[in-house]
Structures are given as C-alpha cells and as structure tokens.
C-alpha cells in the first residue's frame, strides 16, 4: 500500500503572509494541526504546525497594554514560524517507510509531493486508521495472539490448519518475538470455535498467548 491511497488530497494551504490568526482559524476550520505553506510559485517552502502559532503569544510578564498584545500578535505571520527544512514524501512511498521516517524525525505529518508540487498529506491518524484495519479492530470474530519458532513454512502451516478446519481469516499481522528464535502472530478468524483453535493451536505447535472474541 502506497501513500497515494491513504494521503489526505488536495489539503488546505497557507502562504508565508498569511497572518498568525488567519491560519490558526483554517486549521480549527479544517481540524487539522499542521498547514503546508506554499511561496509565490506555488512551491512548498515551509510548513507550520498548530503549536508553532499557540506558542508564539508575548510572555505573560510582558507590560504591554492588551490592545498593544493584541496589535502585536495581529502583524506576526506565518513565515516568521514555520519551519524551513520540511521532511517530505512522494506519492509513491510505502505506508510503512513514511511511517518509518515519521517516527525516526519525532513528527506527526508529511507533506506529500509529486515532483515539486504538493499533492495531499499523511498524518500520524491515517496510519492509525490502517494500523485498525490490520488488526481488524472493526471486525468481529475470535482474536488470537500466538508464538511460533522462526522458520520457514511456520506461517503456512498455521494458515492451512485454518482454512482446513473451515475459518475465515479476517487480519494476520506477524511481529517480533522474545528473540530472534520466535515470532508473534496476531490474527483474527470467524467460523471457529474456542476448543476447536485450542487444538489447532496445539497440533503446529503454537504456543497460545491470548484468545478473546472482539
């Protein structure tokens, strides 16, 4: 799955001009808490975030006069605040490379590009969308979380005792273990029984960590 399926398109945009005001009222506008800011070209050159804005208030110890305050912060724009050096993606980034590089710079949204131009964005909510959707967490049916060796053929064999015994594989996510010797799997049927999964379970060796219908 590519960030072009999951990114917001088309999204709300600022200018460096815009006033601190103007752009804190499109963010609450669109509910969203980071704006693209595009130059004269229609070129990205920044992007600002809602924290940017909120925090960009005179100090409280300040002995200006509410009308001075109020003037002040009226001729602060957005390209006094944003941030320059903006981390991108393009449209053809794996969800889970853009997820990557969102976790490893400790931000919560990427511009998506095609080329030079901005075509949509990516935020930390839409992987959370998906992260639902892997795990089937809107499905109904048995949730179950196992340990397996690591080895070939492992998953396979979990998978065709399954549909052997008629279930319906909803999600199946695999994850780290304890070590390098196991893995996690995580997965969500319909159409089998507690006692009939225990036995599955049991016959390929998986060693049950959890079971619960959700």
Do not use: W
Request: charged fraction near 25%; proline fraction near 4%; aromatic fraction near 4%.
């Amino acid at each position: 799955m590519l960030v072009r399926e999951r990114m917001s398109a088309h999204p709300i945009t600022v200018t460096p001009e815009t006033s601190l005001h103007d752009a804190l009222r499109a963010m609450r506008e669109a509910k969203v808490r980071r704006l693209p800011v595009l130059g004269k070209s229609g070129r990205l050159v920044g992007i600002v975030l809602e924290k940017d804005l909120l925090y960009a208030s005179p100090s409280p110890a300040t002995s200006l006069s509410i009308y001075e305050l109020n003037y002040l912060v009226s001729k602060i724009t957005v390209g006094e605040l944003m941030t320059r050096d903006v981390v991108t993606v393009s449209e053809d980034c794996p969800l889970e490379e853009a997820a990557r590089i969102m976790v490893d710079n400790n931000i919560s949204g990427l511009p998506v590009m095609r080329g030079e131009m901005l075509v949509g964005m990516i935020t930390e909510s839409d992987l959370f969308k998906i992260f639902l959707e892997l795990l089937g967490a809107r499905t109904m049916g048995m949730r179950v979380t196992v340990k397996v060796p690591e080895g070939k053929g492992v998953l396979a064999r979990l998978t065709e005792a399954l549909a052997a015994h008629g279930a319906n594989i909803v999600t199946l996510g695999t994850f780290f273990g304890d070590d390098l010797s196991n893995r996690t799997i995580a997965f969500k049927v319909q159409g089998m029984d507690e006692e009939m999964m225990r036995t599955v379970l049991q016959e390929i060796g998986a060693d049950l960590i959890d079971l619960r219908i959700t």
